[in-house]
């Protein structure tokens, strides 16, 4: 005989027995509850087997109290059927096999989520290594600029202290810069006064020169005129 045979022979008995009890009947707050232990168990119209079963329950079916007797529960089930069952096989504390069935639930769930979890650990341990990449090539980028910019300003320092020097002597040298123009000036009225007086040499010279010329010009003439006379003279006296 199977277990679900001797389950309802015996609920069968009980219900037997209980239904020769004075039956009272009190209202219940409204909550639920479970049919405790591995039965089945009978929901009926009434407080008594002599009531049509309208429904079978199995442990752990959720049942609403609405009504409460000495020995019935008036219950409502999920599907909205109302009926009466024995108290004692119903109780507030959450079956075993609901909460193995709720762990077992649970234990999927977070079996899911650890999955989840393992799956996004490896896409992020991959975006970790992309980031990192990505960050060691920009640490490298970085690394060569700043080298290549301290190269420069090296080169920029050394051309800025060779400007300075140059700036210094310039400014050392600037110290006669006035005296210089003044020297330049005098020189150039100097040189200008001798250009003027070497024009009035020049024009001297020409001057002397020509007269030279007149002078031995005058002188050749006289000579010749002399020689003239003297030869005229002496003619003369041959004729007396």
């Known amino acids: 005989m199977s ?20 039956l009272g009947i009190e209202t219940a707050s409204s909550e639920t509850q ?66 193995i069935a709720r762990l077992e639930k649970k234990r999927d769930r977070l079996q899911s989520q650890l999955e989840q979890y393992r799956r996004d650990k490896g896409s992020f341990q991959d975006e970790i290594k ?6 060691n090539a920009r640490i490298n980028e970085i690394n ?4 290549a910019k301290s190269r420069e300003a090296e080169q920029t320092a050394e051309e800025l202290k060779q400007v300075s020097e140059k700036y210094n002597a310039l400014v050392t040298q600037s110290k006669n810069v ?24 020049q024009k001297e010279n020409t001057r002397l020169k020509r007269m030279e010329m007149i002078w031995w010009f005058l002188a050749g003439g006289g000579v010749f005129f002399i020689g003239w006379i003297t030869g005229k003279v002496s003619r003369k006296k041959r004729r007396y």
Request: net charge negative; glycine share 6%; charged share 25%.
């Open 130 to 135: 992309t980031v990192k990449s990505d960050y």
């Open 3 to 22: 277990i679900t045979k001797i389950q309802g022979i015996h609920s069968i008995i009980v219900f037997t027995v209980l239904s020769l009890c004075s």
């Open 178 to 201: 006035v005296e210089l123009v003044d020297e330049r000036d005098r020189l150039k009225l100097q040189n200008n006064s001798l250009s003027t007086g070497n024009e009035r040499l």
């Open 144 to 147: 060569q600029n700043l080298s």
């Open 34 to 99: 479970y049919v405790s232990d591995q039965l089945i168990i009978t929901m009926r119209e009434g407080q008594g087997n002599e009531f049509k079963i309208i429904k079978t329950l199995k442990t752990g079916t959720p049942l609403e109290i609405l009504e409460e007797s000495e020995q019935y529960f008036k219950v409502r089930t999920q599907d909205g059927l109302e009926g009466w069952v024995l108290k004692q096989y119903i109780t507030a504390e959450t079956p075993k096999t609901e909460m």
